[in-house]
C-alpha cells in the first residue's frame, strides 16, 4: 500500500535529518495536522499522511469505526491494513530521503494516534518522540509489542485528551498512562478541558514536546 501524502522539505537534508510523519483523524485528510508545520522546527522534514479509505464529505479513514460497538469499536482487519501500510511507507520515504542517523518521530490524532500507539510499541528501534492525541492504544493492535525496556527507553510519549471528549471517551484515554507505565516507557500525560480535539493550550504544549 502506497499512502498518498504531503510533504514540507527543509532546506538541506542530510543523513542526520529529524523527520516527523502525521496521522490524521477519522473524516479528515492530510492538510489537517499539516498546519502544525507554521510551529515545528524548520530544518525538520514533515509529511502527513492521506488515509487510504474515502469517507463522506470528501474525508479518508484508516478503518471503519461502529460507535454502536465498544467492543468492537474498530474493524481489526483494516487497521492491520492500514498499519502495514503506514510502515511500508514511513521506510520507503526514510530510505528516498537517505535518513540514515535521523530522528523519526510521529504525531497522530484519534484514529491516526492509535497507529503511533502500535507503530511506536511495535517498531521502538524505528521512532523517537511519539504524540497521541485524543486517541488510546487499541489492545487488538498491540499484538506482538516490544516488551524489552532497553529497547523502548528511546521513546517518548506525549498523550493528551479532551475532559470532554464525546468521541473517544476520556477513560480509554487514560489506558495509555497505565500501559506506558507498566512498560516503563518515559511519557507525559495531559488531560485538557476539551472535546475531541486539541485547544490552544494543548496545541502549546504539544509544541514544547516537540522542542525539546
Known amino acids: ?10 532546506e538541506h537534508i542530510t543523513q542526520n535529518t529529524t523527520v516527523l510523519f502525521m496521522l490524521h483523524g477519522y473524516g479528515s485528510n492530510e492538510q489537517d495536522l499539516f498546519s502544525f508545520r507554521e510551529t515545528l522546527p524548520a530544518d525538520w522534514l514533515i509529511v502527513s499522511f492521506r488515509a487510504p479509505r474515502d469517507t463522506q464529505f470528501e474525508g479518508y479513514s484508516w478503518f471503519d469505526i461502529d460507535f454502536n460497538n465498544p467492543e468492537n469499536f474498530i474493524d481489526i482487519s483494516q487497521a492491520k491494513e492500514s498499519l502495514d501500510g503506514a ?17 523519526v518521530h510521529l504525531c497522530g490524532f484519534s484514529q491516526g494516534g492509535i497507529l503511533c500507539y502500535a507503530l511506536a510499541l511495535k517498531h521502538p528501534d524505528l521512532f523517537n518522540y511519539v504524540a497521541c492525541l485524543s486517541s488510546y492504544p487499541e489492545e487488538k493492535l498491540l499484538d506482538g509489542i516490544v ?5 523502548l527507553e528511546r521513546l517518548r510519549f506525549f498523550v493528551s485528551h479532551g475532559t470532554d471528549d464525546a468521541v473517544i471517551p476520556m477513560e480509554w484515554g487514560r489506558k495509555a498512562a497505565d500501559l506506558l507505565y507498566d ?30
Open 87 to 103: 510502515l511500508e511507507s514511513i521506510l520507503k520515504i526514510i530510505n528516498h530521503y537517505g535518513i540514515t542517523e535521523g530522528k
Open 1 to 10: 500500500m502506497n499512502l498518498d501524502y504531503i510533504v514540507r522539505e527543509p
Open 147 to 151: 516488551k524489552d525496556k532497553k529497547k
Open 183 to 212: 512498560l516503563s516507557c518515559y511519557f507525559t500525560f495531559r488531560e485538557y478541558m476539551s472535546g475531541h480535539g486539541v485547544n490552544q493550550k494543548n496545541y502549546m504544549d504539544l509544541m514544547d514536546f516537540f522542542s525539546k
